[in-house]
């Protein structure tokens, strides 16, 4: 089963829009990393957030950590075309090794 | 500063080949590990290791040998390989084991025939 689960799977904005992705677990999360990923090439690390109702932002891009630590959301405001790519969040549940989601594609249409 | 380097970029090999996926990190760090992306189903870890000389099973270690005579480099030995093998392999190294970001290098993309 997987432990972290990303909504929406596949998203599809059009450019100048805000949008929010999401990463739910079931456990507490002892670290909540939000990587970002384009076709070809490695995971670009964005944000590692630790503290229930943490909220760290750069640039455009905003990340929050819930006040019980089992969601995540990743919030982009005003969308371009860079923004376009795959999203993961990973997360470390206790000593355990970190675990990803399965991401969310991100489309950016003109 | 290159952070994390894997070679090769991409390989075709035929089902029972064998392979050495090479990595290796300039930033002095300790932990490294090797993951395997599937379309769809996220990264899974299939070794990882705390420092030179010491390595450990991940989730999804069958087919696959490791080994990390030095800090630097941590290669990926594929012996046999299979059809379920073709994947994007992704090598990453981080300072500690916890509340330390991965640095992740830009992947390997096998496919077995």
């Known amino acids: 089963s997987q432990e972290l689960e990303q909504s929406p799977q596949s998203l599809i904005v059009q450019e100048g829009k805000n949008l929010t992705i999401n990463c739910t677990s079931s456990?507490?999360?002892?670290?909540l990393y939000w990587y970002k990923q384009k076709y070809g090439e490695g995971l670009i690390f964005l944000m590692m957030?630790?503290?229930?109702?943490e909220e760290k932002s750069h640039e455009k891009i905003t990340a929050k950590l819930d006040e019980k630590k089992q969601q995540s959301s990743l919030h982009i405001t005003a969308s371009q075309p860079s923004h376009a790519g795959i999203y993961l969040c990973?997360?470390?549940?206790?000593?355990?090794?970190?675990?990803f989601g399965t991401g969310t594609r991100l489309t950016i249409i003109p | 500063n290159a952070g994390v380097t894997q070679t090769p970029k991409f390989r075709i090999l035929k089902i029972g080949q064998s392979m050495t996926l090479q990595c290796t990190q300039d930033?002095?760090?300790?932990?490294m590990y090797w993951y395997r992306q599937d379309p769809g189903m996220g990264l899974k870890l299939i070794y990882y290791?705390?420092?030179?000389?010491?390595?450990d099973k991940g989730e999804v270690p069958n087919g696959y040998n490791v080994s990390r005579s030095t800090t630097e480099d941590f290669p990926l030995r594929l012996e046999l390989a299979a059809p379920s093998q073709t994947s994007v392999y992704f090598c990453?190294?981080?300072?500690?084991?916890?509340?330390?970001?991965?640095?992740f290098g830009n992947g390997t993309r096998l496919t077995v025939t």
């Open positions: 990453a190294s981080s300072w500690a084991a916890n509340n330390s970001p991965l640095h």
């Open positions: 456990k507490t999360l002892y670290g």
């Open positions: 957030l630790q503290k229930g109702g």
């Open positions: 990973g997360a470390q549940f206790g000593n355990e090794k970190l675990t």
């Open positions: 930033m002095n760090h300790n932990y």
């Open positions: 290791s705390v420092g030179a000389g010491i390595t």
